[in-house]
């Protein structure tokens, strides 16, 4: 196998992840809350020929001496982007917005055989029943949302009005005119790449990061609550653009073509040679 082949195989592969990333960002444009994700190259591992004599043959270069022969690019890093989504009111009452980029609502999730702390912009809650006349606030996937100390928001009763203020403040009136508070569970996350996406439009902190949580989020409780930002009544929509997704979409489909004629010239080459006798 060519050298040429080697390095475009090895581009391709890459390429075509990047392809999946951005499916994925236009297959969840329409998705609550989602957070699109940014994909940046770098170069692999190349070769260093010194083919001048000396560098005084080379006056007045910009670039550096000799010439490199690379292996390939591969993916560098892939970037969340927090950037704010657009903010549409729908009037329901459990649908809660968070106006802040970098803040997300805690939620409980089964892993294994254990539960974990997770996080998600989704805020299109539900209330679901459970023993003893009580109302348990979940996702729309059934995952309950916790409070500011990591417990399960639990309502007793039924629940004739429920308002949320700005700073996350819950307010519960059953119908026997009692009312309970409750505190929704908001982080700020300071490091976005070190999160894992866990599917259902959740992220978690990898077992690689366990003990160093404060390192990613700080959990907005006490004196952070007036940093809290939400909107009741209201859905933060994707911050996909598609225009941009479209245009580097075609980019990608160009260079991964590009790469694929590399590798069919390749092979046209060296079955020319082998033809040769």
């Given at each position: 196998m060519?050298?040429?082949?080697?390095?475009?195989?090895?581009?391709?592969?890459q390429l075509q992840k990047q392809l999946d990333i951005i499916s994925s960002?236009?297959?969840n444009s329409q998705t609550t809350g989602y957070k699109s994700k940014n994909v940046s190259f770098s170069e692999l591992m190349y070769q260093q020929f010194n083919n001048q004599s000396g560098i005084e043959n080379e006056v007045g270069?910009?670039?550096?001496g000799g010439i490199r022969?690379?292996?390939?690019?591969?993916i560098g890093q892939v970037q969340t982007n927090l950037s704010q989504g657009a903010v549409t009111d729908t009037g329901r009452q459990l649908d809660f917005a968070l106006t802040k980029a970098d803040q997300f609502f805690k939620v409980l999730v089964p892993n294994g055989n254990?539960?974990?702390v997770q996080y998600t912009r989704d805020g299109a809650f539900y209330l679901s029943p459970m023993n003893n006349n009580e109302?348990?606030?979940v996702t729309s996937d059934g995952y309950q949302v916790l409070d500011e100390q990591n417990?399960?928001?639990i309502i007793n009763g039924n629940v004739s009005e429920l308002t949320v203020n700005q700073s996350g403040q819950l307010s519960v009136v059953n119908t026997d005119g009692q009312t309970e508070q409750f505190t929704l569970g908001v982080v700020q996350v300071h490091n976005p790449n070190a999160l894992m996406n866990t599917g259902n439009n959740l992220l978690a902190i990898p077992d690689a990061f366990a003990g160093q949580e404060a390192d990613i989020l700080t959990n907005l409780e006490g004196a952070g609550r007036q940093q809290v930002g939400i909107k009741q009544g209201a859905l933060e929509q994707s911050n996909v653009d598609i225009s941009v997704e479209m245009t580097n979409l075609?980019?990608?489909q160009r260079a991964y073509q590009f790469q694929s004629r590399a590798v069919t010239l390749s092979d046209q080459m060296q079955g020319l040679i082998n033809g040769i006798r």
């Amino acid at each position: 196998m060519s050298r040429m082949m080697i390095t475009a195989s090895n581009t391709m592969d890459q390429l075509q992840k990047q392809l999946d990333i951005i499916s994925s960002n236009i297959a969840n444009s329409q998705t609550t809350g989602y957070k699109s994700k940014n994909v940046s190259f770098s170069e692999l591992m190349y070769q260093q020929f010194n083919n001048q004599s000396g560098i005084e043959n080379e006056v007045g270069r910009l670039t550096p001496g000799g010439i490199r022969q690379g292996s390939g690019a591969r993916i560098g890093q892939v970037q969340t982007n927090l950037s704010q989504g657009a903010v549409t009111d729908t009037g329901r009452q459990l649908d809660f917005a968070l106006t802040k980029a970098d803040q997300f609502f805690k939620v409980l999730v089964p892993n294994g055989n254990t539960i974990q702390v997770q996080y998600t912009r989704d805020g299109a809650f539900y209330l679901s029943p459970m023993n003893n006349n009580e109302m348990a606030l979940v996702t729309s996937d059934g995952y309950q949302v916790l409070d500011e100390q990591n417990n399960p928001i639990i309502i007793n009763g039924n629940v004739s009005e429920l308002t949320v203020n700005q700073s996350g403040q819950l307010s519960v009136v059953n119908t026997d005119g009692q009312t309970e508070q409750f505190t929704l569970g908001v982080v700020q996350v300071h490091n976005p790449n070190a999160l894992m996406n866990t599917g259902n439009n959740l992220l978690a902190i990898p077992d690689a990061f366990a003990g160093q949580e404060a390192d990613i989020l700080t959990n907005l409780e006490g004196a952070g609550r007036q940093q809290v930002g939400i909107k009741q009544g209201a859905l933060e929509q994707s911050n996909v653009d598609i225009s941009v997704e479209m245009t580097n979409l075609m980019q990608t489909q160009r260079a991964y073509q590009f790469q694929s004629r590399a590798v069919t010239l390749s092979d046209q080459m060296q079955g020319l040679i082998n033809g040769i006798r």
